[in-house]
């Protein structure tokens, strides 16, 4: 199967590497695709920079990344990158059977995901009727990425099979060594959760950098939800959430006519209507 994997840690992500080779191990034929800079927080948005009407991208082969796997890095969204892979930007051939994204560095759980470039990724695919798995490790600077390899063999496993309906697949996994995993859980998300933001430094600053920064929100009546994935999480349970976006929904509502919304649109409308005749 054709894989493309990206994140929105960039290219030098410990993660991506592992992603990789978790890929490889299942037999993929792998194509990693990295934004140029951290884009946490992200979300599905969308942008690049090109040269000549074309996007900029640069082959790279950071530490970690299998041997024969083509590494590219493009100045873009990470959700930009999977339009620019199912159209065939990257090489010939048809586009991705499926879509990694991850493995993110730092947990993306609840309803915060919504800001998340990691689960961006996963939603663009998903809009694009492709298959997709989103993992993430919980800490802002995890080390156990063995851990977070081997449960990404065994979930991708399992997703492999599933149609793709427009579901997602979201993985976060706790940052212990494997033996002390407590199992998988299936997990709602949590009202709010966890997630990354990139705190980048102005240029001017001397001191310019960029590093990743945990955001959490947890009112007085959201600390205790348990079952969710966020609380499954913090006690070092691998949880599985099955996420669908872009739905629309209008169970229990009843819009009202236009007139009624707008009373001088009807008014206008009987003066200017044409005469039976002329329909």
């Known amino acids: 199967m054709q894989i493309l994997i990206t994140n929105d840690d960039g290219i030098d992500s410990p993660g991506l590497a592992a992603m990789a080779r978790a890929a490889i191990r299942r037999g993929h034929q792998v194509l990693v695709v990295a934004p140029d800079r951290p884009s946490s927080g992200a979300s599905a948005?969308?942008?690049?920079?090109?040269?000549?009407?074309?996007?900029?991208?640069?082959?790279?082969?950071?530490?970690?990344?299998?041997?024969?796997?083509?590494?590219?890095?493009?100045?873009?969204?990470?959700?930009?990158?999977?339009?620019?892979?199912?159209?065939?930007?990257?090489?010939?051939?048809?586009?991705p059977a499926m879509v990694l994204s991850g493995i993110n560095a730092g947990a993306n759980t609840g309803r915060a995901i919504l800001h998340s470039g990691t689960i961006g990724v996963a939603l663009t695919a998903s809009v694009l009727g492709i298959r997709t798995m989103a993992v993430s490790v919980n800490g802002t600077d995890p080390v156990h990425w063995d851990t977070a390899e081997d449960v990404a063999v065994r979930m991708m496993e399992w997703a492999e099979f599933q149609p793709s309906d427009g579901r997602i697949l979201n993985v976060n996994i706790p940052d212990v060594p494997l033996y002390r995993l407590r199992g998988l859980r299936e997990a709602p998300l949590a009202m709010f959760g966890a997630l990354q933001a990139a705190d980048i430094d102005f240029p001017d600053d001397p001191v310019s950098a960029v590093r990743r920064v945990p955001v959490e929100f947890e009112p007085e009546f959201a600390r205790l939800e348990p079952g969710t994935d966020h609380y499954l999480l913090e006690r070092d349970w691998v949880t599985a959430t099955m996420l669908r976006g872009m739905v629309d929904d209008f169970s229990g509502v009843h819009l009202p006519p236009l007139e009624q919304v707008f009373p001088i649109h009807s008014r206008l409308h009987a003066v200017h209507r044409r005469p039976p005749w002329s329909e």
């Open 45 to 95: 948005s969308i942008g690049m920079r090109t040269h000549n009407g074309r996007p900029i991208v640069q082959e790279e082969h950071p530490d970690g990344m299998p041997k024969g796997v083509r590494s590219l890095v493009v100045e873009a969204t990470p959700a930009q990158i999977v339009y620019l892979a199912a159209q065939g930007e990257f090489g010939p051939g048809p586009g």
